[in-house]
């Protein structure tokens, strides 16, 4: 988020509202300092939390020294209050033009209509429902011209009727520079339950409206790419986009359709082929108006003489069933009371569940109801949409032609690119465009009595739009080509993670296989990384960012050469590992498998691969005990450490390391995932004074040296830390007691790593790598490796 900000520069005064613990101000810190651009800075940050305070004036404590180190003045300040209250409180600040920049994660609640922040908000010309959107709205009006603001906040108020007032803040406002979107709500903050999908936005106040960035990403893993010197996440795809494409021109709602890709794009342009309202069609949807808790003595198990048939979302499939056991109610009494929330029970009625589960694969689903069920009236509870013509049922071809085109994936798609939220409401499914009377009719009737498959449904809406613009680019035919790569990488054996999109995509590209095209009649082109990104890009609308370019290489074309699938350098075998021709080819052996996905022969072609070539999960599964480092200590006990760059940095530590710079050392301990409690000398330790408990901080390497009567303690560096300050400190007071000296070392397996952390290395301590192994770099000056005392 801070990375977002085009100019961070001049005098600063950044606002962060609901700053929490501090970690928006602390990033927005270290952008700060590292554009060497601000003149000054100040901050405001609001908490309402009492319990949070201590540990957010810590992180203003240390921004201030950080720009205390560059010479940077700065004013930090933790208001103990409420922001929004805040802004109209005497001693803090008005709702004035004051701030530069603004970073925030405001908290999300909906506002009570009678509530004093609605009366607030309402001071400085908002009307909002909900908290985020109120904080994003007062931050802009004081965010002077040219400011710019970064937010994390709900996709929610893309749609609805809710956040017009919202979306027409900032479009009438602000720019909108930059949106990041993520693909599952459930990877990004699975821990926090969140169950509204997040959106990442950068706006700029008072800039002309230009084009606009859309990022997206499976998960929120963001890092830096220290090649090209960016911020990027697994899997990130970036576009730029005309802002005509996500609020369109004459949309007086001002919605917001946020596509990452260009078949997003295309599936919100296809659907554009429908272009009639409820209104034109003389129906409506409502909200089902039987509320549970305010009929609770009147709901029933069974029906009786004297109650009807109730409706809630238990019963709803794509066809109805009724009576359900379970907690919910089958039937309603039919009371003086009751009576006014009862419909007439006759004529097709079209339902939609009001709200899917976390992860549902639909986000719209819609049952056909033909008044089938016994009474004169009937109940539909409250967490259902019902489309009806006067709160009663209509003509059965017209419902059933609602029903398909409510359940074809092309409008579920199109859905999702500006539905942020688990609930679908009536309002919602107003907004929505639909086919005409007459195409509706022409689809119910192709219906018939039957239930139609989902296939049969997506193939009667295609073949509609095609008749109406005698176009034939159906985007769902890329999403079936990826998930059927999908399925041939799950059978091929690859593992979970390579079972993903961009492993699909890879595989399609090397047969060549575009989204009308034929499995039949696969190519074998030759590729390599940048090529196969760029035929992604061209033939299935993903446009991946370039310094993803390792992710494909080492997440999935790795894996494809290891499993044999294809080939590395066919053509010229011996080429150089960082030749910019390097490329791959898929085995032939394979292709002649692949080319019969779809026929009766894929399922013997497939056995018959996996029999002479082991999946690559067996053999992951079989190469552990195969790839195990045999290591002799102290030349008398052999142990095999678990694969990976961790335990052969160890190796290293042990055999290049000991011999040249501690020759003749003893090998008191070695930590390592697959056998950590295989080596460790206690007795021998607690010869030299120090008795540990086995759940101590170890190092990763402990040697002695009876010759110096040195204890060497040795970090391995491949994903934890070398030996910082904070670590220099956690093992002196564990060996405090140790009567050999102590010697810190940090082992990196190359020089490129070991820049990482360079930073943050301890003096008094030794740096020694791997690929560099007759060297020591000392970080002390005053002698080479020994203790100091």
Excluded at 354 to 383: C, H, M, Q
Excluded at 521 to 547: C, F, H, Q
Aim: with cysteine; net charge negative; proline share 5%.
């Amino acid at each position: 988020m801070a990375s977002m900000f085009e100019r961070i520069q001049g005098q600063v005064v950044l606002l962060d509202p609901g700053a929490g613990p501090g970690s928006l101000t602390a990033a927005f810190t270290d952008e700060a300092i590292k554009r060497l651009s601000i003149e000054s800075i100040t901050i405001s940050t609001f908490e309402i939390d009492r319990v949070i305070h201590p540990y957010l004036q810590q992180t203003l404590d240390r921004c201030n020294d950080a720009f205390s180190e560059n010479s940077i003045p700065a004013n930090l300040n933790l208001y103990c209050a409420d922001f929004i209250n805040g802004a109209f409180s005497e001693g803090l600040f008005h709702a004035s033009e004051s701030y530069t920049h603004v970073i925030m994660n405001p908290p999300y609640k909906k506002i009570s209509a009678t509530s004093d922040h609605r009366r607030l908000l309402s001071l400085a010309g908002i009307e909002t429902v909900n908290l985020y959107s109120g904080f994003v709205s007062l931050a802009i009006k004081q965010l002077v011209p040219g400011g710019e603001l970064v937010a994390i906040i709900p996709r929610s108020f893309c749609n609805g009727p809710y956040y017009r007032d919202f979306r027409e803040l900032i479009t009438a406002t602000c720019a909108i520079d930059h949106i990041h979107i993520f693909d599952s709500r459930n990877v990004a903050f699975a821990e926090d339950e969140v169950l509204q999908e997040n959106i990442i936005i950068h706006l700029t106040k008072g800039k002309d409206q230009g084009r606009v960035v859309i990022t997206s990403s499976p998960t929120s893993d963001f890092h830096l790419d220290h090649e090209s010197d960016t911020v990027t996440a697994s899997d990130m795809t970036i576009r730029t986009v005309d802002f005509g494409s996500i609020v369109y021109p004459n949309d007086k709602e001002k919605f917001f359709h946020i596509a990452a890709n260009e078949r997003d794009l295309a599936v919100i342009q296809k659907l554009s082929a429908f272009s009639s309202t409820l209104k034109d069609l003389g129906v409506g949807v409502s909200t089902g108006p039987v509320v549970s808790f305010r009929a609770k003595d009147d709901l029933r198990d069974a029906i009786g003489q004297t109650s009807v048939p109730l409706l809630n979302p238990s019963h709803l499939g794509l066809s109805v069933t009724w009576p359900k056991n379970g907690k919910k109610p089958n039937a309603i009494e039919v009371t003086t009371i009751t009576k006014k929330s009862l419909w007439a029970h006759k004529g097709s009625f079209v339902l939609v569940r009001r709200f899917s589960s976390k992860e549902e694969k639909r986000r719209i689903v819609a049952t056909l109801y033909e008044s089938d069920l016994p009474g004169d009236l009937i109940g539909f509870d409250n967490g259902l949409n019902v489309f009806h013509i006067a709160k009663t049922g209509f003509d059965s071809i017209l419902a059933r032609g609602l029903f398909v085109f409510l359940n074809s994936t092309l409008l579920d798609k199109y859905y999702r690119n500006f539905g942020g939220h688990t609930q679908v409401n009536a309002t919602d499914l107003k907004n929505l465009n639909y086919p005409s009377l007459d195409s509706l009719q022409r689809l119910g009737r192709r219906v018939g009595g039957n239930t139609p498959s989902q296939a049969e449904i997506d193939r009667f809406i295609d073949e509609e739009i095609f008749r109406m613009t005698g176009v034939d680019n159906n985007p769902l035919h890329a999403q079936r080509k990826i998930d059927e790569a999908l399925s041939i990488l799950v059978a091929l054996g690859l593992p979970r993670a390579q079972q993903n999109e961009r492993t699909a995509l890879t595989l399609l590209a090397l047969v060549d296989l575009p989204p009308n095209g034929s499995w039949a009649e696969l190519k074998r082109p030759l590729l390599g990384v940048t090529p196969i990104m760029s035929w992604v890009k061209d033939s299935y609308g993903k446009e991946y960012a370039p310094n993803t370019r390792e992710t494909f290489r080492r997440q999935t074309l790795h894996q494809f050469v290891d499993a044999g699938l294809c080939l590395y350098n066919p053509d010229k075998p011996d080429r150089a590992v960082n030749s910019p021709s390097a490329c791959y080819q898929v085995a032939l052996e394979l292709f002649h498998v692949l080319v019969t996905f779809g026929t009766p022969e894929w399922n013997s072609q497939l056995k018959s691969w996996l029999d002479e070539s082991p999946t690559l999960i067996s053999q992951y599964a079989m190469s552990r005990e195969m790839e195990l480092i045999p290591l002799m200590l102290n030349g008398k006990t052999e142990i095999k450490l678990s694969p990976g760059a961790h335990s052969q940095l160890i190796h290293d530590i042990v055999t290049e390391f000991g011999p040249r710079f501690a020759p003749g050392a003893e090998v008191i301990y070695l930590g390592d995932t697959g056998a950590k409690e295989d080596f460790f000398e206690k007795a021998r330790l607690a010869e030299l004074g120090v008795v540990v408990d086995r759940k101590g901080k170890l190092p990763d390497v402990v040697l002695y040296w009876p010759e110096r009567n040195w204890l060497l303690l040795i970090e391995s560096v491949t994903s934890h830390g070398p030996v910082d300050g904070k670590r220099h400190g956690e093992l002196a007071k564990l060996f405090s007691s140790c009567t050999a000296g102590l010697v810190y070392v940090s082992a990196f397996p190359d020089r490129k790593t070991m820049v990482k952390y360079l930073s943050v290395l301890a003096w008094e301590t030794e740096v020694w790598v791997a690929d560099a192994p007759t060297h020591m770099i000392h970080f002390n000056g005053d002698r080479f490796l020994g203790p100091h005392l």
